[in-house]
């Protein structure tokens, strides 16, 4: 199980983003914990109006957490394993927020203006 000091740092990364994608950010970490219980996040941020989740998992999360030896055979496949279920998750995760608003989360589309955001009619009106 994961510690509650591990569950708080994770859901912390949630200020680099609009309330409105909160919702995705925390499903998306129920979701990884069934996939990648010891997972990290490294950066989570919004670029070109879509989710930007960087994250460690499987062996990358091995390395960074001290170990100094490359996995067993059997070890470095159940890591591979994990990281690709986790990426596919933070890429569909990805692909979603580009049809919600990152303020209020109602559908949303990508606006541009100086910069990119996706926002819904009234979030665009009010922008």
């Not at 997972?39 to 070109?48: F, H, I, R």
């Not at 470095?76 to 990281?83: I, M, N, T, W």
Request: glycine share 8%; net charge negative.
């Amino acid at each position: 199980m994961v510690g509650q000091s591990q569950a708080s740092k994770r859901i912390c990364h949630l200020h680099g983003v609009g309330p409105g994608w909160h919702p995705l950010l925390l499903r998306l970490h129920e979701e990884l914990l069934t996939v990648s219980p010891g997972y990290s996040v490294q950066q989570v941020k919004e670029k070109y109006g879509t989710l930007r989740i960087y994250l460690l998992t499987g062996l990358l999360r091995h390395l960074h957490e001290g170990g100094d030896m490359w996995p067993e055979p059997h070890e470095a496949d159940r890591y591979k394993q994990e990281d690709d279920a986790a990426k596919l998750l933070v890429h569909a995760a990805e692909q979603e927020s580009a049809t919600i608003c990152e303020y209020c989360g109602n559908p949303g589309q990508a606006r541009e203006r100086f910069w990119i955001k996706t926002l819904c009619d009234d979030c665009n009106a009010c922008r």
